[in-house]
């Protein structure tokens, strides 16, 4: 008799979640490594089980039984050339699109090649046996859980969409210490996807906020019904200079989440909606985290679990998705403005900011021309530039699709000769300008492309106050290999001045506040200047370091912040250690 499910999460969260997508139909063979998981759909009693010896006559029943139900027919067997037999059955079941979800046991992954009995290699498929495959990791704590449950969403919607074929999941086995005493199954978190022509569901009561990623322009049709949908929804759109949105509704957060306060804003809300992919505004994200649950809207339908709490995803272009939820009602825009009003409490400390990334930044994002394009490179730069908000009508890229450092400067060249009616303007590192620098002896370069250089002699990332390389090595350590620093001149030689000058740019520098002050409005006039402009900024990584501290306790009371930066600085154990010394 079996008395209860094996206490093996991974058996438990692929029945739960077969159990809530509603598949039932099952043809197992007998053996070892699946034998917990035959064991719990018997258990459970409302699966409709077949029984095979031969896995190859398995995976060809459930072809039939597939075609004869439409419904997905689950496979089971164990590992070794039992699952190999399941090949001529899966390929027949790809090119006739049959949802079969094949799962076969094993014990370990790193038993692969150790001559262990029975394990083979199963981690690289046929092309044609499966239209997606999820190797299920062993579960030994929550990360492990949530990358299991959205890999058996994922199979499981795959064998369940409208374009379906079979499914490949291995499932790792408990490895000898069975216990079957779980009465109850573990409660798996389901993700649905929805397509076009399927029924939508309502939105959640409560706050809903729009969150758009990294995102080509939106068309003016996308622009007003995302308007549209925020005001029949009292929503607003949280967003960053990668998102392509210029609507009424865009809130640009990035200086609300890097201070420590938590804003209300930000809190209770009920639903994210998320478009676009990688961000900009990092801090913005991890705060939205918050929210109960995630919308992802996407024409791929990829389960993309952003904020870790990912419930539907709709499978379609943002419009369909927008105009499902437009309607006649009454138009509010409460949230807009209670988010408008909060971002206006935070004063820009402009007088405390040493000349810095931060500085350049909050100078020059608040007068680019309206219709110019700025390109952002990565590490500080991104960092920096997303807690400003730049003039209505500049447009914004980043090439954060991968936050290389090698590309953005050759990415604002090639933009510079495709659209030569805008001025293009680059703001980058030095780290990034030495990777990229080639190309700026492109033969067609014209007058149209600006280049602002933060140059703090390395790396300067890895030097802010909460960066590993600072907090655990200082500087000097970390200036060595970590922040590769001092090449080029240590910034002190002409060596980028002589370059650029050389190759028919107009070069100008700042090494000091007044001196920034006195030329960046040169490097922002939107006069034709006929050479393209490089303004190479001399900073300290301390200085840069120091103006992100700034920026980030703006509104925290002096003796908090002394904590925390206490607290980042020595680590609990070094707190302690203080107490001790001051007796407390
Ligand atoms: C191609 C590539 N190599 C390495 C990295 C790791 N990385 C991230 S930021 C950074 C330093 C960037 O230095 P710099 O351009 O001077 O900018 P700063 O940090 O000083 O603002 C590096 C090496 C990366 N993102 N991309």
Redesign the pocket.
């Known amino acids: 008799m079996i008395s209860g499910y094996s206490h093996n999460l991974s058996i438990q969260i692929l029945v739960d979640l077969l159990i809530k997508h509603g598949i039932k139909k099952a043809v197992v063979s007998p053996g070892t490594t699946n034998l917990e998981f035959i064991a719990a759909l018997q258990y459970n009693g409302d699966f409709e089980i077949y029984s095979s010896i031969d896995e190859r006559s398995a995976a060809y029943m459930a072809c039939g039984i597939a075609e004869e139900s439409s419904e997905p027919v689950i496979i089971a067997c164990t590992e070794s050339t039992a699952s190999r037999n399941y090949f001529p059955g899966l390929t027949e079941a790809y090119y006739r699109k049959l949802p079969i979800i094949a799962v076969t046991g094993i014990h370990r992954y790193y038993h692969i090649g150790t001559l262990f009995p029975q394990v083979i290699d199963r981690s690289v498929s046929p092309n044609d046996i499966a239209v997606c495959k999820a190797q299920l990791p062993i579960i030994k704590d929550k990360e492990d859980i949530k990358q299991t449950e959205l890999l058996v969403n994922k199979a499981l919607l795959a064998a369940k969409s409208s374009n379906s074929g079979p499914v490949h999941i291995d499932l790792p086995c408990c490895n000898d210490d069975y216990d079957f005493s779980c009465k109850e199954l573990y409660n798996a978190h389901k993700i649905d996807r929805y397509e076009v022509g399927d029924k939508f569901p309502d939105l959640p009561n409560g706050k809903i906020a729009v969150y758009v990623g990294s995102h080509r322009n939106f068309t003016e049709e996308e622009t007003e019904k995302l308007d549209a949908f925020c005001a029949c929804h009292n929503s607003v759109v949280f967003c960053d200079h990668t998102s392509g949105y210029h609507g009424k509704y865009a809130v640009y957060a990035g200086l609300l989440s890097v201070q420590r306060k938590k804003y209300d804003i930000m809190s209770n809300i009920m639903c994210v909606i998320h478009i676009g992919e990688q961000m900009a505004d990092w801090p913005t994200m991890t705060r939205l985290k918050a929210a109960k649950t995630t919308w992802r809207i996407s024409p791929d339908g990829e389960l993309r679990d952003t904020f870790g709490n990912l419930s539907n995803v709709f499978k379609m272009p943002l419009i369909t998705f927008l105009k499902h939820y437009i309607d006649d009602g009454e138009k509010k825009d409460a949230y807009y403005k209670e988010c408008s009003a909060t971002k206006a409490t935070l004063k820009i400390p402009y007088d405390k900011l040493p000349l810095s990334?931060v500085y350049a930044a909050s100078k020059i994002s608040a007068v680019l021309p309206s219709d110019s394009i700025l390109h952002i490179?990565?590490?500080?730069?991104v960092r920096a530039w997303s807690l400003f908000d730049l003039p209505n009508g500049a447009k914004s890229y980043g090439n954060v699709g991968c936050?290389?450092?090698?590309g953005v400067l050759s990415s604002a060249v090639g933009a510079s000769l495709a659209d030569n009616k805008h001025l293009h303007f680059c703001a980058?590192?030095?780290?990034?300008?030495y990777?990229d620098m080639n190309c700026l002896g492109n033969r067609d370069i014209s007058g149209n492309l600006r280049i602002i250089l933060?140059n703090?002699n390395?790396?300067?990332?890895?030097k802010q106050s909460v960066a590993p390389g600072y907090r655990f090595f200082g500087d000097k350590a970390t200036d060595e290999y970590i922040?590769?620093a001092n090449h080029f001149g240590r910034g002190e030689k002409n060596v980028i001045k002589n370059y650029v000058e050389s190759l028919g740019f107009k070069y100008i520098s700042a090494k000091t506040k007044e001196e920034f002050d006195s030329v960046y409005s040169t490097f922002v006039s939107d006069k034709n200047t006929n050479s393209p402009v490089f303004f190479e900024v001399f900073t300290k990584?301390s200085d840069?370091r120091k103006a992100f501290d700034i920026m980030s306790s703006i509104d925290a009371p002096p003796e908090n912040h002394a904590k925390q930066v206490a607290k980042q600085l020595l680590g609990p154990k070094g707190i302690d250690a203080v107490k001790k010394l001051i007796g407390r």
């Open positions: 990334n490179g990565a590490s500080n730069t936050r290389g450092i090698d980058i590192g030095d780290l990034m300008f990777y933060i703090n390395g790396g300067g990332i890895f922040a590769a990584d840069d």
